[in-house]
């Protein structure tokens, strides 16, 4: 069975094969290669897919992670659950407060959720959809909110074909799966 796989990026363009989608890395933001080294999910239900970051400047740093979430939960009809799920378990429990609550918008052809978050001097959006029975999710961060909506305009970049033709056979990405 087909794995999602980490992609690659040439000349600042990222291209994911197994969701088959391209999106262009923001000026400023390095690929970080070692994010979540280590970190492998046993259960290969999650993938870290792209993780770039700028400079750590004054109070933070701007930053993009691309993850795949097998999406585990029959009755999840939309990624908007999925992001209703995270900001109970994940984001509020980090001490993180809903500043925009789930909404849906389209990006790149295809119907996405978006939620916003605020901790502090920390901005974050995560934008969701489901593709191929995982959870696609970018998740954006920033020090001030007018720098994540500078980073956010950047997933006009974003960009999916029309899926590939499954071939028989086994899994080729060779990829390891790691922990959200």
Excluded at 59 to 83: C, T
Excluded at 113 to 125: A, C, E, N
Aim: no cysteine; hydrophobic share 35%.
């Amino acid at each position: 069975m087909l794995e999602p796989d980490e992609g690659s990026v040439i000349d600042n363009l990222y291209r994911s094969r197994y969701f088959n989608f391209s999106y262009t890395v923001p000026e400023g933001l390095e690929v970080d290669e070692n994010f979540m080294q280590g970190e492998e999910d046993e259960s290969a239900q999650a993938f870290v897919l792209l993780a770039a970051y700028g400079a750590a400047e004054g109070q933070g740093r701007k930053g993009i992670v691309v993850s795949a979430d097998l999406n585990i939960n029959p009755q999840a009809k939309s990624a908007a659950e999925y992001l209703e799920k995270m900001t109970r378990e994940h984001y509020r429990a980090n001490g993180f407060e809903v500043v925009n609550g789930a909404r849906q918008l389209s990006l790149g052809g295809r119907p996405f959720f978006r939620i916003d978050y605020s901790k502090g001097t920390t901005y974050q959006t995560a934008v969701a959809t489901i593709a191929r029975g995982y959870v696609l999710t970018f998740s954006l961060a920033a020090p001030t909110q007018p720098e994540l909506e500078q980073l956010f305009t950047t997933l006009s970049t974003l960009k999916f074909a029309p899926a590939p033709k499954r071939a028989a056979g086994g899994n080729s990405s060779g990829r390891t799966p790691v922990k959200p």
